[in-house]
Nanobody, 111 residues
């Protein structure tokens, strides 16, 4: 199983980024997919989840209305569109399913 995140980087407050997670080694279309994050000195937290067909999504209160999770089962990829970014969104973002985690991608929101 491999989960490979991309799209991280440095962005100014109010900016946007889109993360991607390319999955392989398992049946992607049958798997609920999650994005987690861990900020400096903080515990890892669940940011967003998406159902197998993408019809059901859930968000942490801290990101609801700003972040959008989506998936493309033809490309075995899950996305996280992040808008109106705030400094408190600074964290390593991880793609996750079942017992598997990606390596993480750093998002830094700073002017």
């Amino acid at each position: 199983v491999q989960l490979v995140e991309s799209g991280g980087g440095l962005v100014q407050p109010g900016g946007s980024l889109k993360l991607s997670c390319a999955a392989s080694g398992f049946t992607f279309s049958k798997s609920v997919m999650n994005w987690y994050r861990q900020g400096p000195g903080k515990e890892r937290e669940l940011v967003a989840s998406i159902s197998r067909l993408g019809t059901i999504t859930n968000y942490a209160d801290s990101v609801r209305g700003r972040f959008t999770i989506s998936r493309d089962n033809t490309k075995n990829t899950v996305y996280l569109q992040m808008n109106s970014l705030k400094p408190e969104d600074t964290a390593v973002y991880y793609c996750q399913t079942s017992d598997y985690w990606g390596q993480g991608t750093q998002i830094t929101v700073s002017s």
